[in-house]
Antibody, heavy 118, light 109 residues
C-alpha cells in the first residue's frame, strides 16, 4: 500500500521560504508523477506543480516564479520550496501521486497546515 | 484555460435518498473528468475517473456520467459517511493547472 507523508514547519514568516518534504513508502518514487497541491482554509484545491523523475518539474504558471520541486530517489522523497511567502500562502499542503494517468491523484498524503505569520 | 463550474454549491439531502451533483466545463473535455470526495480534516479521495469509472474500493452507489461539457456524480442511497465536499477535476489539457471545480458541499438535510 502506497503511503505519503508530508513534513516541515507549520509556521513560516512572511517573505521567507516555505519548505516541505513528502516521504513515499510502499512503492518506488522512480515511477509516476508526484505533485504538490494546496488548499487555503475553507477554500478549494490548487495544483502547485509536479515532478516526474525522468522529465523534470513543471509548475503552475501562477506560482512558477516562486516554486521549486525536487526529488531525492535515494530517500524516496520529493520536496517543495515556495519562496517569498505571504499570508495568502497559508494553506494545507498535500503531496499526491499521479497514477496511470498523471493528472489523476490516486494516493494523497494527509496534508500539513502551513501558516504564514510573523 | 478551462473553467470548471460545479452546482449547486451546497446540496442538502436526507440519508437514504439520492444525490445528484453537477459539473460543467467551459469547453469540451471529452470524458477526461475525475471526481474526488473530501471529508473535514482529510485529504481528497479519488472516486471516479474517465467520467464514469469507479476507482478501486469505491462503493457501487457512486456513479458518474457525462461527456463533453456536462457531467454528473450520483450517489444512489446516501450513507452518513457520504456527507462531504465533492470536487470535479478535468484533465483534458496537459498540464491541467486549471483543473479543479470549486466543490459542492453535500450536507445532511
Amino acid at each position: 500500500q502506497v503511503q505519503l507523508q508530508e513534513s516541515g514547519p507549520g509556521l513560516v514568516k512572511p517573505s521567507e521560504t516555505l519548505s516541505l518534504t513528502c516521504t513515499v513508502s510502499g512503492g518506488s518514487i522512480s515511477s509516476y508523477y508526484w505533485s504538490w497541491i494546496r488548499q487555503p482554509p475553507g477554500k478549494g484545491l490548487e495544483w502547485i506543480g509536479y515532478i516526474f523523475q525522468s522529465g523534470g518539474p513543471n509548475y503552475n504558471p501562477s506560482l512558477k516564479s516562486r516554486v521549486t520541486i525536487t526529488v531525492d530517489s535515494s530517500k524516496n522523497q520529493f520536496s517543495l520550496k515556495l519562496r517569498s511567502v505571504t499570508a495568502a500562502d497559508t494553506a494545507v499542503f498535500y503531496c499526491a501521486r499521479g497514477g496511470d494517468i498523471p493528472a489523476i491523484m490516486d494516493y494523497w498524503g494527509r496534508g500539513t497546515l502551513v501558516t504564514v505569520s510573523s | 484555460e478551462i473553467l470548471m463550474t460545479q452546482s449547486p454549491a451546497t446540496l442538502s439531502v436526507s440519508p437514504g435518498e439520492r444525490a445528484t451533483l453537477s459539473c460543467r466545463a467551459s469547453q469540451s473535455i471529452s470524458s477526461n473528468l475525475a471526481w474526488y470526495q473530501q471529508k473535514p480534516g482529510q485529504a481528497p479521495r479519488l472516486l471516479i475517473y474517465g467520467a464514469s469509472t469507479r476507482a478501486t474500493g469505491i462503493p457501487a452507489r457512486f456513479s458518474g456520467s457525462g461527456s463533453g461539457t456536462e457531467f454528473t456524480l450520483t450517489i444512489s442511497s446516501l450513507q452518513s459517511e457520504d456527507f462531504a465536499v465533492y470536487y470535479c477535476q478535468q484533465y483534458n489539457n496537459w498540464p491541467p493547472w486549471d483543473t479543479f471545480g470549486q466543490g459542492t458541499k453535500l450536507e445532511i438535510k
